[in-house]
Structures are given as structure tokens and as C-alpha cells.
């Protein structure tokens, strides 16, 4: 299983908000390292959504946003649209000697 | 801007090799770390590896110790992932991607658009 742990899937209409949870440990959100989320749609490779927890890099609507608290972040899609139908990641830096950057099991998001 | 150029799909068998290569095209690694990133078939990202290409630094994923090894040239601004001993597990796409460093930990803002590689007998 993955270090990060997000639900499998998420829904909703048209329109209407959704958030993504993503939960970690101390040796990594809850250490204090940043989280960042990825976009992929399908068959293409990931695209950086929000990085340092809640920045939006340019190109990117302000639609989505992300947020930081404690050992979880979320990342909150407003105004859904058709096309923000994709698989999301979160992904932050892990301590512990094993591993260094990790990722999130992978949110599918659908748009109903 | 510069782009991250992935070399093309491989078929390989269960105990050979395989190298994959990442150019930037439109531009040079310059001071960025490269990261591999593998997908699996309906699964999630794995962080592999990375290297800075300016110091020739490498270092891994502890999954993967011993079975991966990470170059790069500067001359070319190409950086290489090689796999050994490969079985079917290791049926993926594998990325490349430029990191961009901080003191919190880092995130990848450019990727590669991968690289399918299938081990089948």
C-alpha cells in the first residue's frame, strides 16, 4: 500500500465542489514537509496542480486549491467541470531511509 | 521552454535489462535533480530514483537498491534509468521527471510522457 493514503474514488456533478484527502505519518506531512498534487488524465503522464501545499503553478484555474493540517492535506476542485474527470496524487517527502518522495495511492475523480 | 524526451516502448524478458533514456530537448537539466517515476497497469506513481545530473549524484528507492542504477550525461543533458533482472511486476510506464528542489521536499513540475517497458516471456 501506499505511504499516502487517499480514498479510491471521488464524485460529483457538474458545478458542484469536491475535496481529496490525503493522510500521512510523521516522518512525512507531519514532519513539516510540503504536499503537492498531480492531475492525470487518462493515458498522459502526471501535471503538477498545486505544490508548497496551496500554490497554483501558472496555467492552472484557481478552481483548485490545496491545504495543509497537521499529518493530512486536502485538495479542494470548485465549479466542476467535465474535464476535471482524471486521477489525482498527492505526493510529499518521506524521512524515513527507505524512501525519499512518496505518493498518494491515487484519487479517480468523476464527474457525473 | 524545454521539454523532457523519453526514448520509445521496449519489450524485454523476465531476467534481461533495460535502459531507458531522457533528453532535454529546448534546454539543458541545468542545477534540477531527475526523478524516475514508474506506473504499473491501473496502479499508482512510485518514486524510483533520481540523480543530479551537475554532481552525478544518484540515489534510490530502497525497493529497488541493487536492481536500478541512474545516470546521466551533462554533455547531452540526457539522463538514463537502467533496470536489471526485470520480471513481470515490472510491467510499466516509467517517467521521467525534473525536480524541483526545497527545503520542505521537493515536487516535479516538468515530466517525460514515459516510456511503456513489458517483460513477457
Known amino acids: 500500500q501506499s505511504v499516502l493514503t487517499q480514498p479510491p474514488s471521488v464524485s460529483g456533478a457538474p458545478g458542484q465542489r469536491v475535496t481529496i484527502s490525503c493522510t500521512g505519518s510523521?516522518?512525512?506531512?507531519?514532519?513539516?514537509?510540503?504536499v503537492h498534487w498531480y492531475q492525470q488524465l487518462p493515458g498522459t503522464a502526471p501535471k503538477l496542480l498545486i505544490y508548497g501545499n496551496s500554490n497554483r503553478p501558472s496555467g492552472v484555474p484557481d478552481r483548485f486549491s490545496g491545504s495543509k493540517s497537521g499529518t493530512s492535506a486536502s485538495l479542494a476542485i470548485t465549479g466542476l467541470q467535465a474535464e476535471d474527470e482524471a486521477d489525482y496524487y498527492c505526493q510529499s517527502y518521506d524521512s524515513s531511509l527507505s524512501v525519499h518522495w512518496v505518493f498518494g495511492g491515487g484519487t479517480k475523480l468523476t464527474v457525473l | 521552454q524545454v521539454q523532457l524526451v523519453q526514448s520509445g516502448a521496449e519489450v524485454k524478458k523476465p531476467g534481461s535489462s533495460v535502459k531507458v533514456s531522457c533528453k532535454a530537448s529546448?534546454?539543458?537539466?541545468?542545477?534540477?535533480?531527475i526523478s524516475w517515476v514508474r506506473q504499473a497497469p491501473g496502479q499508482g506513481l512510485e518514486w524510483m530514483g533520481r540523480?543530479?545530473?551537475?554532481?552525478?549524484?544518484?540515489n534510490y528507492a530502497q525497493k529497488f537498491q541493487g536492481r536500478v542504477t541512474i545516470t546521466a550525461d551533462k554533455s547531452t543533458s540526457t539522463a538514463y534509468m537502467e533496470l536489471s533482472s526485470l520480471r513481470s511486476e515490472d510491467t510499466a510506464v516509467y517517467y521521467c521527471?525534473?525536480?524541483?528542489?526545497?527545503?520542505?521536499?521537493?515536487?516535479?513540475?516538468?515530466w517525460g510522457r514515459g516510456t511503456l517497458v513489458t517483460v513477457s516471456s
Open positions: 540523480i543530479i545530473p551537475i554532481l552525478g549524484i544518484a
Open positions: 510523521s516522518s512525512n506531512i507531519g514532519a513539516g514537509y510540503d
Open positions: 521527471a525534473r525536480e524541483e528542489s526545497s527545503s520542505l521536499g521537493g515536487y516535479f513540475d516538468l
Open positions: 529546448g534546454g539543458t537539466f541545468s542545477s534540477y535533480a
